[in-house]
């Protein structure tokens, strides 16, 4: 067998990158407010800003577009869609929206008062922040590996039942559900084994509290299971897929990852309890419920996506892609998020930027260098992401800053990878030049894609 692992497909429509001298960026970036949200994209030559939405779809993909229905309520595509969905998911209830956080807002809505707890490993930042919005407390409860980017440990991602089990002895009350995000994108992309969902969801029904899971990267979640967790690894990713729904009373899905579309989102629920709830807040809010703010041809290319998503031989060239750049980042002298996440590489970026300072911003200041250095964008998972200013003006910060280089799906070829390495390894040599920043504007709520910032 040849040792290379190629991408398993072929390109059938190209969609031309352009270079940019580092002039243009400098000037580009300071425009932008140092904020590379605020770039445009035709002026960034490798865009992993995000995963989400941002990835090529198949030629059948493309091809089950033309067979959307467009009806306004009980579309075909509708119900082709729920098909899929209910045979991978098991749950009865399914319900469109136009992408992740919508399914959390519609959920959360329906379901949370303010005062409430959601324990979860992690919050991602839209779903804190539709929790916080209503008053509710996100709690992350990740084991405690899961906070040391350099630990090697299969199954970073999963939640640490002692501290839920705390938190349900003494909280219960205030807990309307428990939730596990999978893969765990803010922890790194780590995944959670099927052991810790199913203690998790036995520990939750004890106290009678469900779990909804938040699903984007199931299919990674899975095949990370098959590679890593004993006893899987002659299930198929279906099966796979189809146990760890099974432990689930809920999930909501941004279909814009592992559903390998560029929008959509969607509830899924076992029981009716919260349904004419959920039904109510979509109509108001998304669109009648067969289409959920979606067109028939988005529903088409997710059946499609959805089962795309689940291809093994995709998956492990996936998977692999990651760990190659990690490899080439360790090569570097580079610390990174170990080991490598499913669609993303989480650099650290205190191991380029020891001495500077938490309130200059490293991960901030790593992303900007990046685009700096060679058009690279990537997404700062740090204390502008999670650190807040509080009415008092006090700051606070994160515990982990992070680069996430995060890819989006079947786009980047290898060639691609090899160039981001050598500008990143090109960056760690030129480490000593990097400015910091301070923020000069920020709104309350997920700041770090608006706000705008000046070197320090
Ligand atoms: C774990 C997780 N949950 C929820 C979301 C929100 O999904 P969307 O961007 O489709 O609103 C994301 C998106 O990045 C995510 O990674």
Redesign the pocket.
């Known amino acids: 067998m040849p040792r290379t692992l190629i991408e398993p497909f072929r390109i059938k429509s190209v969609e031309p990158i352009r270079m940019t001298t580092r002039a243009e960026r400098e000037r580009l970036l300071e425009a932008a407010r140092l904020n590379v949200f605020k770039l445009r994209a035709e002026d960034v030559l490798i865009d992993w800003l ?1 995963d ?2 941002t990835g090529a779809m198949s030629s059948r993909q493309w091809g089950a577009i033309m067979e959307g229905d467009e009806s306004y309520a009980g579309a075909r595509s509708f119900y082709r869609l729920e098909s899929v969905i209910q045979d991978i998911t098991g749950m009865k209830y399914f319900v469109p929206t136009h ?4 399914a ?1 807002r519609v959920l959360f809505s329906a379901v949370c008062r303010s005062g409430q707890l959601v324990p979860n490993n992690c919050h ?1 930042d ?2 804190r922040a539709n929790l916080e919005f209503l008053g509710v407390e996100a709690q992350d409860l990740v084991i405690a590996e899961g906070l040391q980017p350099a630990l090697i440990h299969p199954f970073k991602g999963n939640i640490d039942l002692a501290r839920l089990e705390a938190v349900l002895q003494t909280q219960a009350d205030r807990v309307p559900f428990g939730m596990l ?1 999978v893969t765990n ?1 803010t922890g790194g992309g780590q995944p959670v084994s099927m052991a810790n969902i199913r203690a998790c969801a036995a520990l939750l029904k004890q106290y009678g509290k469900p779990l909804i899971m ?1 699903v ?1 990267r199931f299919c990674e979640n899975a095949m990370f299971i098959k590679m890593r967790e004993p006893g899987y690894e002659n299930t198929s990713i279906k099966a796979i897929a189809q146990e760890m729904f099974s432990y689930a009373d809920g999930a909501t899905m ?1 279909a ?2 592992d559903g390998m579309v560029n929008i959509g ?1 969607f509830i899924v629920l076992r029981s009716d309890e919260w349904m004419d709830a959920v039904r109510n807040l979509e109509i108001l809010t998304e669109g009648f419920p067969t289409y959920g703010g979606l067109a028939g041809r988005d529903l088409e290319a997710l059946a499609v996506g959805l089962l795309e998503g689940m291809d093994e031989d995709y998956l492990r060239y996936r998977l692999r892609t990651a760990e190659y750049l990690g490899e080439r980042l360790q090569a570097a002298g580079i610390g990174f998020m170990q080991p490598t996440g499913g669609h993303a590489v989480y650099m650290d970026a205190r191991t380029v930027l020891p001495e500077m300072p938490v309130a200059h911003y490293p991960g901030w200041a790593l992303c900007n260098a990046l685009y700096l250095e060679g058009g690279i964008r990537g997404v700062e998972i740090g204390s502008v992401m999670f650190g807040k200013r509080l009415d008092s003006g006090v700051e606070t910060y994160h515990s982990m800053e992070l680069v996430r280089l995060a890819f989006p799906r079947r786009m980047y070829t290898q060639s691609h990878f090899d160039y981001a390495a050598e500008v990143i390894a090109d960056v760690k040599q030129h480490a000593a030049a990097i400015r910091g920043v301070r923020l000069v504007k920020q709104p309350r709520y997920l700041r770090h894609f608006t706000c705008e910032c000046a070197w320090v």
């Open positions: 995000t989400s939405g992408q992740g956080r919508a959390e991602f839209t779903t995000t994108n938040d984007c941004s814009k990852k989102g």
